[in-house]
C-alpha cells in the first residue's frame, strides 16, 4: 500500500509538470505568434511608405492663343485664330511698344477684314513667355468718326507723349463718297488697356506716307519742349 501511494505521487507529479511544460509551451508560441503578426503589420507599413513615391506638383499650364512655329507658316497658323472668313488687310508687323519692353519677345500687330465687310480690325498678339506664346487683344474696328477704315497703308511705333512706352500707329484710308481720307488711328498704352488718342489723330490727319507723321511727331516734340 505504501509503494502504490508511492507510485500515485509520482504519476501526479509528473503530470503536473507535463501540464505546466504544456501551459508554458502553448504560451510561448502565442507570444511568438503574436509577434510574427506584429513584424508582419511594420513590414507592410514600411513597404507602403516605400511603395509610395513622391509624385512632383504639377505645374499650372499658362493659357495662350498663339505658339509660334519657326518651321510653320506664320500667317497661315495667325488666320486659324482670327474670326471665320478673315482675310489680312496688311502683312502681320512685329514690335516694341505699350506692355512690351522687349524682354520676352515683341508684339504682333494683326490688321484683317472678317466677313468681306470692308471694315478694318486689329488683333494683337502680346508675348506671354520666352517660349514663343502668345495670348490675344482684340482692339476692334478702326473707326474714324463714323467712318471704317477700309485700307491700312502702314503700321508703326513712336512716342507721343511722356511716359515710356511707344504709341502704336496705324496709317489707314477710306472712301466716302468720291472722296478718298487718309488718317492715323493711335493707340496708346493706360495701365491695362490700349486706348484711342482722338486730338493727335487730328493733327495727323491727311499726313502720309508715314516718315511725315513722324516729322509732325517730332515738331509737336519739340514745341511742348518750349
Known sequence: MKYLKILVFVFASMFAVTTSVDAGLIKSLKKKVADVKGDKKKDSKEDKAKNKVAVPAKKPQSKYDYEANESGDREADVKK??????EYT?????GIFGPADGSIGSILIVPYIAN???KVQIMLLIPKDSDHKYVKMTLGTVNFGKNAAQEVLSVFFDQADKDKERELFILCSYQNGND?????AVYN????KFVR???LEQKLKNLS???NVRRALRVMEKNSKG
Do not use: A, C, R, V
Request: aromatic share 14%; proline share 14%; no cysteine.
Open 81 to 86: 485664330i482670327l474670326p471665320p472668313k478673315s
Open 90 to 94: 496688311h502683312w502681320i508687323t512685329s
Open 116 to 118: 468681306n465687310d470692308g
Open 180 to 184: 478718298y481720307f487718309i488718317e492715323t
Open 189 to 192: 498704352w493706360n495701365k491695362n
Open 197 to 199: 488718342e482722338p486730338k
Open 209 to 211: 506716307p508715314t516718315i
